[in-house]
């Protein structure tokens, strides 16, 4: 339906939705607050915090975030399609955003204060809903076999660029992957305090990563 209409609200705001990036849920908004709890951590401290979003899709996440903060957010895609549509909704919104085509963080260069990251997380033996199997684009949806594949490469990316008191908040699947991939966080950023944080229907949702300063 969504397709249909064009449109999707997400975080109070419309943005413009098709097949060129998957429909904001609305789970993926406590990305968007635990962006805006980060900046506001690190403006506590004197810290001109700079933040990024990877796998933008729509721009949803990272435009609102810089709307929220009046930060300018630098946000990646693999996909050009995607990119293109999230700066339309960008300029539709009147957002500060910086978009990027890159492989997760592989062309960005440190220190970075907030990484959000909503990357594809589904198994791709994982029969999904006819609606979402086949509209939405496959490449925003499965993560590889297990579906974390990719969230585990951007933590591995992200140990060489996070600055020191940064943080790290990437979504997951309900199903069994808040602990796993915890596991490997806390193993990767070993005095980091590593969280797993609940969506309002009370699923495993994001794992954070806080780094000491």
């Given at each position: 339906?969504?397709?249909?209409?064009?449109?999707?609200?997400?975080?109070?705001?419309?943005?413009?939705?098709?097949?060129?990036?998957?429909?904001?849920?609305?789970?993926?908004?406590?990305?968007?607050?635990?962006?805006?709890?980060?900046?506001?951590?690190?403006?506590?401290?004197?810290?001109?915090?700079?933040?990024?979003?990877?796998g933008?899709?729509?721009?949803?996440?990272?435009?609102?975030?810089?709307l929220?903060?009046?930060?300018?957010?630098?946000?990646?895609?693999?996909a050009?399609?995607?990119?293109?549509?999230?700066?339309?909704?960008?300029?539709?919104?009147?957002?500060?955003?910086?978009?990027?085509?890159?492989?997760?963080?592989?062309?960005?260069?440190?220190?970075?204060?907030?990484?959000?990251?909503?990357?594809?997380?589904?198994?791709?033996?994982?029969?999904?809903?006819?609606?979402?199997?086949d509209?939405?684009?496959?490449?925003?949806?499965?993560?590889?076999?297990?579906?974390?594949?990719?969230?585990?490469?951007?933590?591995?990316?992200?140990?060489?660029?996070?600055?020191?008191?940064?943080?790290?908040?990437?979504?997951?699947?309900?199903?069994?992957?808040?602990?796993?991939?915890?596991?490997?966080?806390?193993?990767?950023?070993?005095?980091?305090?590593?969280?797993?944080?609940?969506?309002?229907?009370?699923?495993?949702?994001?794992?954070?990563?806080?780094?000491?300063d």
């Amino acid at each position: 339906m969504a397709y249909v209409l064009g449109l999707r609200e997400f975080y109070g705001r419309e943005f413009r939705v098709d097949r060129r990036a998957l429909i904001p849920r609305p789970e993926t908004e406590l990305l968007v607050d635990l962006g805006l709890a980060a900046v506001a951590r690190l403006r506590a401290l004197h810290v001109a915090p700079s933040i990024v979003e990877v796998g933008t899709g729509s721009g949803a996440v990272a435009i609102c975030v810089a709307l929220e903060t009046g930060v300018t957010v630098c946000a990646t895609d693999v996909a050009l399609d995607a990119l293109a549509l999230a700066r339309e909704n960008a300029a539709a919104l009147g957002a500060e955003v910086r978009f990027i085509q890159a492989d997760l963080l592989a062309p960005l260069r440190g220190p970075i204060h907030v990484v959000l990251a909503n990357l594809p997380y589904v198994p791709t033996a994982r029969d999904l809903p006819r609606e979402v199997r086949d509209y939405e684009p496959h490449v925003a949806i499965f993560g590889g076999l297990r579906g974390t594949e990719l969230i585990e490469r951007l933590l591995r990316q992200a140990y060489d660029v996070l600055a020191p008191g940064g943080e790290l908040c990437v979504e997951l699947d309900e199903e069994d992957q808040a602990q796993p991939v915890a596991a490997l966080a806390r193993h990767l950023f070993a005095d980091a305090d590593v969280s797993v944080r609940q969506d309002a229907g009370g699923y495993d949702r994001v794992v954070c990563v806080l780094l000491p300063d």
